[in-house]
């Protein structure tokens, strides 16, 4: 009990902390570090809700695979030791009046809100009912999220290659790179 | 596992993610940390969604699946925004977004 309450109050310090630093670093690659602590305390939070699966895709896929994307396109874009200018003062005060404000407004609306849990016995969740759930067409199925999903998969990855890839011969004799 | 926390602690903890991904959004200039508030902002929806389902509905699975699809579309997204961000930062030399101001080649 005691324990479960430490281990939350850990992992959200950690989110929250991580992600004001990730808005706010002026360093680009402290500031992708600092997103992946962010992902990686969220799968801990999923392992406390007892979604081991959705626990490992998370590290698997945020911190594994879309972490690393932006790392390497950060390297491949930046220099690595490079400065933001610091954001406008009016600029930031605004956003953060706005954001300030709408995080007060939800919460107040989460803390007034009387939810209600059921009694209803709560399911166990192992990979045999995620798998037959995914692949079956009853009520409680999901194939159609399933193939839209597979179909999105397939556009992006030939989406990305198609616009990150040169263009053709007729293109690269335009000048291409603006220099500075 | 999550006994002795209530919902609220959750959900309030997904708003101020939410909400520092939107600050990070609207004040970042750089496509790449713009994405990177971005993906915060889609993690506080997934906590939301799994804490709804884990303590409202524990006999259903629609929140986990939820989750499982919005990371697929995050990871896509990612993928073609990055794509993206390389191909201007080829014609243009800079990934600022108030440096890019032209569509046309």
Redo the contacts between chains.
């Keep these: 009990?005691?324990s479960?309450?430490i281990m939350?109050i850990l992992f959200?310090a950690m989110?929250?902390v991580f992600?004001?630093l990730?808005?706010?670093s002026r360093k680009?690659l402290r500031?992708?570090v600092y997103?992946l602590f962010?992902?990686v305390s969220?799968s801990g939070?999923?392992?406390?809700?007892?979604?081991q699966f959705?626990a490992a895709?998370?590290l698997t896929?945020?911190a594994g695979?879309?972490v690393v994307?932006?790392i390497?396109?950060?390297l491949?874009?930046?220099h690595i030791s490079q400065k933001?200018e610091p954001?406008g003062i009016m600029?930031?005060v605004f956003?953060?009046i706005?954001?300030?404000a709408?995080?007060i407004l939800?919460?107040i609306t989460?803390?007034d809100y009387n939810?209600?849990?059921?009694a209803?016995?709560?399911?166990e969740?192992d990979m045999r009912?995620?798998g037959n759930?995914?692949l079956s067409v009853d009520y409680?199925g999901?194939i159609l999220?399933f193939e839209v999903?597979s179909v999105?998969?397939l556009?992006?990855?030939i989406?990305?290659?198609v616009?990150?890839k040169?263009g053709g011969p007729e293109k690269s004799e335009l000048p291409?790179?603006?220099?500075? | 596992?999550?006994?002795?926390?209530p919902?609220?602690?959750?959900?309030?903890?997904a708003?101020?993610?939410?909400?520092?991904?939107?600050?990070?959004f609207?004040?970042?200039?750089?496509l790449?940390?713009m994405?990177?508030?971005v993906?915060?902002i889609l993690?506080a929806v997934?906590?939301n969604f799994?804490?709804f389902n884990?303590?409202?509905?524990?006999?259903?699975?629609e929140g986990?699946?939820f989750?499982?699809?919005i990371?697929?579309?995050?990871?896509?997204?990612?993928?073609?925004a990055?794509?993206?961000?390389?191909?201007i930062?080829?014609?243009?030399?800079t990934?600022n977004v108030e440096d890019v101001n032209e569509m046309k080649h």
């Design positions: 009990m005691i479960n309450q939350f959200s989110i929250i992600s004001i990730t808005v706010t680009i500031a992708a997103l962010v992902l969220t939070l999923y392992f406390m809700l007892d979604y959705l895709v998370q896929l945020y695979g879309i994307l932006i390497f396109s950060i491949l874009t930046s933001f954001t600029k930031s956003s953060a706005a954001s300030i709408g995080a939800a919460i989460i803390l939810f209600s849990a059921t209803q016995a709560a399911k969740v009912l995620i759930s995914l409680d999901y999220p999903i999105l998969l556009a992006a990855m989406a990305a290659i616009i990150a040169r291409t790179l603006k220099q500075e | 596992m999550s006994t002795g926390i919902v609220q602690y959750f959900l309030v903890l708003t101020i993610m939410f909400f520092t991904g939107i600050y990070g609207l004040t970042r200039r750089n790449i940390t994405l990177m508030s993906e915060l993690n997934n906590i799994l804490a884990r303590y409202l509905y524990p006999h259903k699975l986990m699946f989750s499982l699809f990371i697929a579309v995050a990871a896509s997204e990612a993928a073609v990055i794509a993206i961000v390389i191909n930062y080829r014609r243009f030399a990934i």
